[in-house]
């Protein structure tokens, strides 16, 4: 069974289990930090990325920090891109990917906490097609989202201004979205595909 590097630090374990529920449903074995052996990373929800990665002092709005998991991810990502490994990010982690690729984020936005919302998505992207949609709800708890975009990204949902997904193209798997299709692989067919779909990678 293939093995999928699920990215967090202790203090944010006990909201994990929607990530690992999530694989497993689609036949996916998650790993913890530390594994040294894994097929694919998933680059998890948390706390605001320290913006001295990106070249920013920092706003007064932004929240906790967890500079030990800025530091671990960073170098998650750019291993995983290096290796051309399958990579799903995940709100902070789409963040933290884009800050990998080199890219910045606006530190504070309103009006994106705990709502759900339409994205739309680019009707050619790698995100349409493998949800078979390109309008459809999400959930929403963010306060920060994608400025310039990092090398090599592509920027393939938004919701008004804010960058809701982002990809790679030409890389086997490299899909990034702003909302939690964890917590709604039980009831909305579009985001429990987000995960087929990297289970489908893994095998191919």
Known sequence: MKRVLLTYTPQYAPRMQPYFDALRSVGLTPVEPGADAYDAVLLAGGNDIDP????????????????????????????????????????????LLNVACGGTLHQHIDGHRDVFHPVLAQPTSRLAHITGQSAFEVNSRHHQALDQLGDGLVVTAHSGEIIEA?????????LAVQWHPEDLVGSHAPHRALFAALADTLKA
């Open 166 to 174: 982002a990809e790679m193209p030409g890389r086997r798997f490299v």
């Open 52 to 95: 001295a990665h990106y070249g920013q002092s920092p706003d007064p709005r932004l929240g906790p920090l967890d500079p030990p998991r800025d530091v671990y991810e960073l170098d998650i990502a750019w291993a995983a891109l290096e290796r051309d490994l399958p990579i799903l990010a995940i709100c902070r982690g789409m963040q």
